[in-house]
């Protein structure tokens, strides 16, 4: 399972937040989550920490579209009989 969100260390506080994958993009802004400050992603940025995020926005994006439908289809239909609970209960009485 892949997971869809990315880590981005703020270059002010330090401190590390998470966004989906499908948000970071070039011209994509956002607050950090611990000192409110406003980051812009852009692919000319000389800050290391904003065009790591962005490659692995892409990366994760690529890997999400490559895997195949059925195994998304699958682990869904699976997942949610998994979480119902009740449904499984309801087969076992007479």
Do not use: Y
């Amino acid at each position: 399972m892949i997971d869809e969100k990315v880590k981005i260390k703020c270059t002010k506080c330090s401190q590390v937040f998470r966004e989906r994958a499908q948000k970071i993009r070039d011209g994509f802004q956002t607050n950090c989550q611990h000192c409110n400050r406003l980051i812009t992603f852009d692919t000319s940025s000389e800050d290391r920490n904003i065009r790591r995020a962005l490659m692995s926005a892409k990366e994760v994006r690529m890997a999400l579209e490559a895997r195949p439908k059925n195994e998304s289809v699958a682990q869904g239909s699976v997942a949610s009989e998994a979480n119902s609970g009740f449904s499984l209960l309801k087969r076992d009485w007479p």
